[in-house]
T-cell receptor, first 113, second 109 residues
């Protein structure tokens, strides 16, 4: 079945550690996105990629990094520079960057201990 | 003030009731999405609107571009409709999404 997968579902991190969240899609979509969701707030865009080997900062990119070496993969690294990383992280994709319908993955909940 | 405001933040209804969730926005948009987030966190797209009204099963979405307002209606609500409903607008040449904070709907049997 086509879709977006994220792993792991839950992730625990010690302070000072970097962690990488996985996002894979087999929809052949060009564009991929990472969002952060905090309680009581709307989703906020961290990074996006319009096409393979390209990515751009979103609204809250500080403390995060991404790569887009393959079309189907868009991993997000939460670095130790991110001061408040505990949140729910959602990955999404769309056919093209200007295609308005985005398809979301199931999300990864990150908890810093 | 947030660019996208949803009301109410929380809504509890009895099974069978007609439900309305509202979304107001303060910026120019090209389209508006209604999304459903299940308790496990996964999000599905319900509607994308740029004008008028759309219907899918028991769900109806309307948008009034002049008033910068959209509503999501659920007829004959059911406990399985319990979820967070999120409004998101498409704005600017970058066509990025700006999200509301969501409405938590609980439908009691």
């Amino acid at each position: 079945d086509g879709g977006i997968t994220q792993s792991p579902k839950y992730l625990f991190r010690k302070e000072g550690q970097n962690v990488t969240l996985s996002c894979e899609q087999n929809l052949n979509h060009d564009a991929m996105y990472w969002y952060r969701q905090d309680p009581g707030q709307g989703l906020r865009l961290i990074y996006y990629s319009q096409i393979v080997n390209d990515f751009q900062k979103g609204d809250i990119a500080e403390g995060y990094s991404v790569s887009r070496e393959k079309k189907e993969s868009f991993p997000l690294t939460v670095t130790s520079a991110q001061k408040n990383p505990t949140a729910f992280y959602l990955c999404a994709s769309s056919v093209t960057f200007r295609q308005e319908t985005q398809y979301f993955g199931p999300g990864t909940r990150l908890l810093v201990l | 003030k947030n660019e996208v405001e949803q009301s109410p933040q929380n809504l509890t209804a009895q099974e069978g009731e007609f439900i309305t969730i509202n979304c107001s926005y303060s910026v120019g948009i090209s389209a508006l999405h209604w999304l459903q987030q299940h308790p496990g966190g996964g999000i599905v797209s319900l509607f994308m609107l740029s004008s008028g009204k759309k219907k899918h099963g028991r769900l109806i979405a309307t948008i009034n571009i002049q008033e910068k307002h959209s509503s999501l209606h659920i007829t004959a609500s059911h406990p399985r409709d319990s979820a967070v409903y999120i409004c998101a607008v498409v704005r600017g040449s970058a066509r990025q999404l700006t999200f509301g904070s969501g409405t938590q709907l609980t439908v009691l049997p």
